[in-house]
């Protein structure tokens, strides 16, 4: 096993409410790439154009968290309509979430918000991935 499959096992451990399993699956379905080095807690979902990784979405532990690249999302109307759509369950991105990327928002992941952010990944981040390359 590789560094990014134990880190996803480490943090489905922690995540008693299943979301980070069925969070991962939406977005590895939907042919997003995963990678998640061993010194980190944070899994980014990505895909490649023109010789880059475009990074859509990350999974964070402790608390289990959906956040969005701010590279990637910052000045996408998507952004906001997800944060929208899912405002109780917000919180305000704090410092890196990786060692390259800052979040532009972040979504708690918890039994009560797994479909709603289920829907963002199928409505919204898969569709903008797509839109922009993936």
Known sequence: MGAKEELLQNLSRLDASGGIQRIHRALTDAGLKYKGPSNSQTLLYYFRSRGHEIGVAAIRGSPALLSFPATFWRGRSGLAAAL?????????????????????????????SIETLLSI??????????????
């Not at 899912?86 to 009560?112: C, D, K, N, W």
């Not at 990944?121 to 993936?134: H, S």
């Open 121 to 134: 990944v199928d409505e919204i981040i898969i569709p903008e991935a797509r839109a922009a390359g993936a």
């Open 84 to 112: 929208g759509r899912a405002s109780s369950f917000h919180m305000q991105p704090e410092g890196f979430v990786s060692s390259s990327q800052y979040s532009a928002g972040q979504l708690r992941i918890t039994t009560s």
